[in-house]
T-cell receptor, first 114, second 113 residues
Framework: EAGVVQSPRYKIIEKKQPVAFWCNPI?????LYWYRQNLGQGPELLIR????????DSQLPKDRFSAERLKGVDSTLKIQPAELGDSAVYLC????????????FGPGTRLLVL | GNSVTQMEGPVTLSEEAFLTINCTYT??????LFWYVQYPGEGLQLLLK?????DKGSNKGFEATYRKETTSFHLEKGSVQVSDSAVYFC????????????FGKGTTLSVSS
């Protein structure tokens, strides 16, 4: 069974530029999560989807971040414009259902904003 | 609020040494508890979990027991290997539907031969 796929693995951009990350969850997983992991810290939730509905986006900085999960499968996370403080690893995870099910993580996208 | 506190790293051990990584939590109700591991260059992987008090999670020689009285979930292994070198994260999910993992800051383990 294929795991969670993310692309790109690395991205370097200038500040104020836009950037997008893509995630393909494990087949059949209804719940999808985007986390951000700052250097030396644990991951923190940005947004959680149940199928195509964003059910928890309270931690998403909505002035510059947006996300979508069309058709309840793949998801894209976008930052526009990027700031220096957005440099981090962006992790996508999926689970079969929402309530305390095991979450499976992708390898992450490492973003560096210069 | 809900939070997880892990011991500061890095932890440096010789092969076959005993490992303990401390983890304590703050949560309302009865959370589920997890240990995730991140090997160099790889994504986070679930190592073990426990969903109720006194449960013991185990995998690959690692163990952790859910202690509600001390709000702890310490990770142990009797004999570490070089291949165990990684970053270990303690995490919880509050016992309510529709919530994500809350992680500690992670503890780096380095095992030398």
């Amino acid at each position: 069974e294929a795991g969670v796929v993310q692309s790109p693995r690395y991205k370097i951009i200038e500040k104020k530029q836009p950037v997008a990350f893509w995630c393909n969850p494990i087949s059949g997983h209804n719940t999808l999560y985007w986390y951000r992991q700052n250097l030396g810290q644990g991951p923190e939730l940005l947004i959680r989807y149940e199928n195509e509905e964003a059910v928890d986006d309270s931690q998403l900085p909505k002035d510059r971040f947006s996300a979508e999960r069309l058709k309840g499968v793949d998801s894209t996370l976008k930052i526009q414009p990027a700031e220096l403080g957005d440099s981090a690893v962006y992790l996508c995870a999926s689970s079969a259902s929402d309530f305390q099910e095991t979450q499976y993580f992708g390898p992450g996208t490492r973003l560096l904003v210069l | 609020g809900n939070s997880v506190t892990q011991m500061e790293g890095p932890v440096t051990l010789s092969e076959e040494a005993f490992l303990t990584i401390n983890c304590t939590y703050t949560a309302t109700g009865y959370p589920s508890l997890f240990w995730y591991v991140q090997y160099p260059g790889e994504g986070l992987q679930l190592l073990l979990k426990a969903t109720k008090a006194d449960d013991k999670g185990s995998n690959k020689g690692f163990e952790a027991t859910y202690r509600k009285e001390t709000t702890s979930f310490h990770l142990e292994k009797g004999s570490v290997q070089v291949s165990d070198s990684a970053v270990y994260f303690c995490a919880l999910i509050p016992n309510q539907a529709g919530t994500a993992l809350i992680f500690g800051k992670g503890t780096t383990l380095s095992v030398s031969s």
